[in-house]
């Protein structure tokens, strides 16, 4: 098993250019997450998912848009990029039953938006 | 609004020193706490989950406890070592199961 896989690892954007970040899991996991991570602080979470077809806002969701198409893939998609969203990005996953919600983090892409 | 405090936030001890790192929630309605691991430029290892019907959870050199009536979280580290060096990240999964908050983390160095 991969696990969880993240693409790209490293990308840098000029301000008002658009991506999308992509998220893969292989556990056949019901929750997917995205998070940000800031120098000196915590992980903020973006938005989540609760199952295909299912999206929902977290703790700082602006500037930020997200679709659950496949189970197994969540994407994280900026439209403009900012400045304020250089940052680190996690992606998670979790399985509700079982594991009792245990998230599983992929290995994080670095974004720097210029 | 749920905030999970982790104190302090920078630690160095000298190698084979039992430590304690702290975490603590302001709402005591959670689903689970979840210990991580951070090595720098990295992504976050799971360490231990405590569900909220649980005391404690152990694996290895390392035991979690929770007191969800005094909104705390502890993680004890037994015998030290260089390789136990990193950042520690508490988080707290709120009653709903949808929404995690984590801690700013506290960042341990152990000195050979």
């Known amino acids: 098993n991969a696990g969880v896989t993240q693409t790209p690892k490293f990308r840098v954007l000029k301000t008002g250019q658009s991506m999308t970040l992509l998220c893969a899991q292989d556990?056949?996991?019901?929750?997917m997450y995205w998070y940000r991570q800031d120098p000196g602080m915590g992980l903020r979470l973006i938005h989540y998912?609760?199952?295909?077809?299912?999206?929902a806002k977290g703790e700082v969701p602006d500037g930020y848009n997200v679709s659950r198409l496949k189970k197994q893939n969540f994407l994280l998609g900026l439209e403009s990029a900012a400045p304020s969203q250089t940052s680190v990005y996690f992606c998670?996953?979790?399985?509700?039953?079982?594991?009792?919600?245990?998230?599983?983090f992929g290995p994080g892409t670095r974004l720097t938006v210029l | 609004k749920q905030e999970v405090t982790q104190i302090p936030a920078a630690l160095s001890v000298p190698e084979g020193e039992n430590l304690v790192l702290n975490c603590s929630f302001t709402?005591?309605?959670?689903?689970?706490l979840q210990w991580f691991r951070q090595d720098p430029g990295k992504g976050l290892t799971s360490l231990l989950l405590?569900?909220?019907?649980?005391r404690e959870q152990t694996s290895g050199r390392l035991n979690a406890s929770l007191d969800k009536s005094s909104g705390r979280s502890t993680l004890y580290i037994a015998a030290s070592q260089p390789g136990d060096s990193a950042t520690y990240l508490c988080?707290?999964?709120?009653?709903?199961?949808?929404?995690?908050?984590f801690g700013s983390g506290t960042r341990l160095s152990i000195r050979p």
């Open positions: 998670a996953s979790s399985y509700p039953t079982g594991q009792g919600h245990e998230q599983f």
């Open positions: 556990m056949n996991h019901e929750y």
């Open positions: 405590i569900q909220s019907s649980q």
């Open positions: 988080a707290v999964r709120d009653s709903s199961a949808s929404k995690i908050i």
């Open positions: 709402d005591s309605a959670i689903y689970n």
């Open positions: 998912s609760v199952g295909e077809g299912t999206t």
